[in-house]
Every structure is written in C-alpha cells, then in structure tokens.
C-alpha cells in the first residue's frame, strides 16, 4: 500500500530564511510525487511535481524538490521564505495500480508553516 | 489554463439529506476523483473514474455516495442520507500526462 510520511506537523522560519519540508514515501513501483499548498477555507495548488528524469524538479515560486529514491524521500525546499509563503504544504505520492487503469493519489498528513517576520 | 470548476463553493444541508456536488473536469481529460478533505485533516482519496465506471474507491465510499458522468462534462458525487461525519471539503479532480488537476473546492456542512 503506498503512503506518505511528513514528519514536520509545524514549522516556523523567519522571512528571508532557508526552508526544507520533509517528505518520505512509500510505493511498490516508481513514483509519481506532487508538493500541493494550501491556504486556509483554499484549494490545492500544485507546486511541483516528479514523474521521471531530472531528480531535481523546479516549481512555482522559487519552490524545489529533490526525489531522492534511495532514500525514499522528497524534500521540498525554498533559499528564501517570503511571509506569504505561510500556509499548509502537503506531499503525495501517486502512480499506476496493477490495474493500470488508476492514479490515486495518497497525501500526507501536512505541514504548517509560519512565517515570523 | 483550464479549471476544474466545482459548485457550490460552500453548501449547508441537514443532516438525513441528500446532496449533490457538481464539478466540471478539464474537457479532454479522462480520469477523474473525488477527495475529501476533514478540517485539520488529510486529504483522503475516495473514489476515481476511468472509461465511464468507477476504477477504484475506498472504504469511506460505501453505499451512501455515488458518482455519475451524466453528460460527458458534469462530474457529480451524491451522497443520499447525509451524516453529521461527512462534513467537509469536498475535491473534485481531473488528470491528464502532465498531472493532476484540482478544483476549488465544495465545502459541505451538515447540521
């Protein structure tokens, strides 16, 4: 069964600081991994996303990840944190089921990021 | 860029109720989900739909809800007795190669 672990439930960094949320994975084939945020009563925004290749995925604003498979991880990082990026960050983890006819994807249980000015 | 446009954005209901949350998926996409989302919680996976029939669903999806691609551009969940439990944000999805697709978003409140 695939799940996602964020072992961060909330993380505080001040504006201008460097920030990495933690993700850790489990899935039986190559995975499919997505970084969403969220705002409070908001959507989903999809900030970036890992099919294959490049190891390094960029994203929107100025948001990275680095799927490390050895490690089963997936690490979103920002070198500087903007008060705006305050919100919820959740990983997911996602992919063909033997079927191959689904995608679903697991999410993790999120984490809170505040940002002090 | 296309949207998944949900409506309602906010809908009350009482409890024993029936409700329908309508989405309209991204036209040329072929796979479609519903998640749920409790506040302060996960997002929880519930059902998706492929080639007109449901593909997978979890054990949340259990008689009470349904889903329907009536018209080749609505996407609806219905849940038929609603409970005081199944409040919460409602998400429709769409997925194309490049990924997936969110919606805004139905919160459901039952009282």
């Known amino acids: 069964a695939q799940s996602v672990t964020q072992p961060d439930i909330h993380i505080t960094v001040s504006e201008g600081a460097s920030l990495e949320l933690r993700c850790n994975y489990s899935?039986?084939?190559?995975?499919?991994l997505f970084w969403y945020v969220q705002s409070p009563g908001q959507g989903l925004q999809l900030l970036l996303k890992?099919?294959?290749?490049?190891?390094l995925v960029q994203g929107i604003k100025g948001f990275e990840a680095e799927f490390k498979r050895s490690q089963s991880s997936f690490n979103l990082r920002k070198p500087s944190v903007h008060w705006s990026d305050a919100a919820e960050y959740f990983c997911?983890?996602?992919?063909?089921?033997?079927?191959?006819?689904?995608?679903?994807?697991?999410f993790g249980k999120g984490t809170l990021l505040t940002v002090n000015p | 860029e296309p949207e998944v446009t949900q409506t309602p954005s906010h809908q009350v209901t009482q409890m024993g109720q029936e409700v329908i949350l309508r989405c309209v998926p991204i036209?040329?996409?072929?796979?479609f989900y519903w998640y749920r989302q409790i506040l302060g919680q996960k997002v929880e996976f519930l059902v998706s739909?492929?080639?007109?029939?449901?593909?997978?669903k979890s054990e949340i999806f259990d008689d009470q809800f349904s889903v329907e691609r009536p018209d080749g551009s609505n996407f609806t969940l219905k849940i038929r007795s609603t409970k005081l439990e199944d409040s919460a944000m409602y998400f429709c999805?769409?997925?194309?190669?490049?990924?997936?697709?969110f919606g805004s978003g139905t919160r459901l409140t039952v009282v």
């Open positions: 036209s040329n996409h072929l796979y």
């Open positions: 739909f492929y080639n007109n029939e449901i593909s997978e």
């Open positions: 899935y039986g084939a190559t995975p499919y």
């Open positions: 999805a769409s997925l194309d190669y490049y990924g997936y697709t």
């Open positions: 890992y099919f294959s290749g490049d190891t």
């Open positions: 997911a983890v996602g992919g063909k089921n033997s079927g191959g006819s689904n995608y679903k994807l697991t």
